[in-house]
């Protein structure tokens, strides 16, 4: 029985294309100025300290400091300080209306109906908390919060690492078995199932590699595809 269910966003609720196409270039052009006018507020000032102590530079070099985040923008890294900038960034752009963020109308629906059976939801992407809740807040539909449960991002751990999910299945209080995971990455599919989760590889696009297609994990094309048996169905 599907107690719970955990899902990514990027690829799996929502398009990869909103992410990469808008939020990225969006911090991209606007983060330097936007850091070196807040870096005294304590938050945007905790996150330069770690970033500096990583590339071995004082907190005062902010040059430094932006040009590491460029380059972790340009490499796609999911680098913790990052993405909690990002988050803060994108706060400004969603709350000005330069943009709303885009979910698959299958998601909407099926998370609506999961929400309505009494399943609780949450959510675990390589995001900062804060950005999963702006996301959802400023989508397409209007603000979509109230279907969350909770969040995870990678201060829980990597997604491709089996102890992130057991960290996940302790932080909501059931064993993993109860629990399902839907991403769009063969890694962090295999990663819940390594931790005992029932897991589903959502697969929009017609390639799906062959290890999944051979191997005992479930694929689905849309939202209406996923089998959620729950104690209230």
Same mark, same amino acid.
């Given at each position: 029985?599907?107690?719970?269910?955990?899902?990514?966003?990027?690829?799996?609720?929502?398009?990869?294309?909103?992410?990469?196409?808008? @939020?990225?270039?969006?911090?991209?052009?606007? /983060?330097?100025?936007?850091?070196?006018?807040?870096?005294?507020?304590?938050?945007? =000032?905790? =996150?330069?300290?770690?970033?500096?102590?990583?590339?071995?530079?004082?907190?005062?070099?902010?040059?430094?400091?932006?040009? =590491? @985040?460029? *380059?972790?923008?340009? +490499?796609?890294?999911?680098?913790?300080?990052?993405?909690? @900038?990002?988050?803060?960034?994108?706060?400004?752009?969603? *709350?000005?209306?330069?943009?709303?963020?885009?979910?698959?109308?299958?998601?909407? +629906?099926? #998370?609506?109906?999961?929400?309505?059976?009494?399943?609780? /939801?949450?959510? &675990?992407?390589?995001?900062? !908390?804060?950005? +999963?809740? @702006?996301?959802? =807040? &400023?989508?397409? &539909?209007?603000?979509?919060?109230?279907?969350?449960?909770?969040?995870?991002?990678?201060?829980?751990?990597?997604?491709?690492?089996?102890?992130?999910?057991?960290?996940? $299945?302790?932080?909501?209080? /059931?064993?993993?078995?109860? #629990?399902?995971?839907?991403?769009?990455?063969?890694?962090?599919?295999?990663?819940?199932?390594?931790?005992?989760?029932?897991?589903?590889?959502?697969?929009?696009?017609?390639?799906?590699? $062959?290890?999944?297609?051979?191997?005992?994990?479930? !694929?689905?094309?849309?939202?209406?595809?996923?089998? !959620? +048996?729950?104690?209230?169905?």
């Amino acid at each position: 029985m599907t107690k719970a269910i955990v899902t990514d966003i990027e690829g799996t609720t929502s398009s990869i294309a909103f992410v990469k196409d808008v @939020l990225f270039p969006y911090a991209a052009k606007n /983060l330097p100025s936007w850091l070196e006018d807040n870096c005294d507020d304590p938050a945007v =000032q905790r =996150q330069v300290e770690n970033i500096a102590e990583t590339i071995a530079r004082p907190a005062s070099d902010i040059a430094a400091v932006i040009k =590491q @985040l460029l *380059e972790w923008i340009e +490499q796609d890294v999911k680098a913790t300080p990052l993405k909690a @900038l990002q988050g803060m960034l994108w706060k400004s752009g969603y *709350e000005s209306g330069d943009y709303r963020a885009h979910v698959y109308e299958d998601a909407l +629906q099926k #998370l609506k109906d999961w929400h309505a059976a009494g399943i609780p /939801l949450y959510v &675990y992407s390589s995001g900062s !908390v804060q950005a +999963q809740k @702006l996301f959802f =807040q &400023y989508s397409r &539909y209007g603000d979509m919060r109230n279907l969350f449960s909770g969040y995870f991002d990678t201060t829980t751990g990597a997604k491709s690492d089996a102890d992130s999910y057991r960290k996940i $299945a302790t932080a909501i209080g /059931l064993p993993p078995t109860e #629990l399902l995971f839907l991403s769009d990455v063969e890694s962090e599919i295999s990663a819940a199932v390594e931790a005992g989760f029932d897991a589903v590889l959502v697969a929009r696009d017609e390639e799906v590699s $062959a290890n999944f297609e051979r191997g005992n994990f479930k !694929v689905a094309r849309t939202f209406f595809d996923i089998p !959620v +048996q729950s104690t209230t169905s």
